[in-house]
T-cell receptor
């Protein structure tokens, strides 16, 4: 399984500002995923970050609000732009395990707990 | 209808009891299923994969019923440490990969 770290682990931000979350994986992976988990809700996929191409966003999420970078095969960032209290959530990055074996289980970073005031 | 549906619970069971969760899915093209465990304020962690034949890992048994489109998780001899939220996850591939998480079922094992 992959070991994933995220920074920051938590932050409290003022509305209108932006926060960039970093995700580092201990092995090279083709795809990295960014999820949001709002209080009492399940995980919702924001986008898939592919190295060397633009991220693929899910319905309801746009690049202007959640720009993503993927400069190499072990690192990605997600920016939450122009934040509002509705963006308060846990943001998680993940990778698929065992790309070589074709298994689809996902491994998650510890998450970034964001509170927007 | 949600693609993956779970009873959010909570399920409160005494230590040592057997408890079962079901999860239904609506997308018949879903190929793989998983159970994840999420502790409070922690990230989800893979508990078990569920393939066509189902599988068993110690006290945990996962079953897949494609005809009725549901997945089950059975926990025998519940421990206090089993208290967590259990997420059902469906995976669909074939052109566009999609992973769908259920809302999770909360289990509280009480002494």
């Amino acid at each position: 399984s992959a070991v994933i770290s995220q920074k920051p682990s938590r932050d409290i931000c003022q509305r209108g500002t932006s926060l960039t979350i970093q995700c580092q994986v201990d092995s090279q992976v083709t795809m990295m995923f960014w999820y949001r988990q709002q209080p009492g809700q399940s995980l919702t996929l924001i986008a898939t970050a592919n190295q060397g191409s633009e991220a693929t966003y899910e319905s309801g999420f746009v690049i202007d609000k959640f720009p993503i970078s993927r400069p190499n095969l072990t690192f990605s960032t997600l920016t939450v732009s122009n934040m509002s209290p509705e963006d308060s959530s846990i943001y998680l990055c993940s990778v698929e395990g065992g790309e070589s074996s074709g298994s689809y289980e996902q491994y998650f970073g510890p998450g970034t707990r964001l509170t927007v005031t | 209808r949600k693609e993956v549906e779970q009873d959010p619970g909570p399920f409160n069971v005494p230590e040592g009891a057997t408890v079962a969760f079901n999860c239904t899915y609506s997308n018949s093209a879903s190929q793989s299923f998983f159970w994840y465990r999420q502790d409070c304020r922690k990230e989800p962690k893979l508990l078990m994969s569920v393939y066509s034949s189902g599988n068993e890992d110690g006290r945990f048994t996962a079953q897949l019923n494609r005809a009725s489109q549901y997945i089950s998780l059975l926990i025998r001899d519940s421990k206090l440490s089993d208290s967590a939220t259990y997420l059902c996850v469906g995976y669909t591939s074939g052109g566009y990969q999609k992973v769908t998480f259920g809302i999770g079922t909360k289990l509280q094992v009480i002494p």
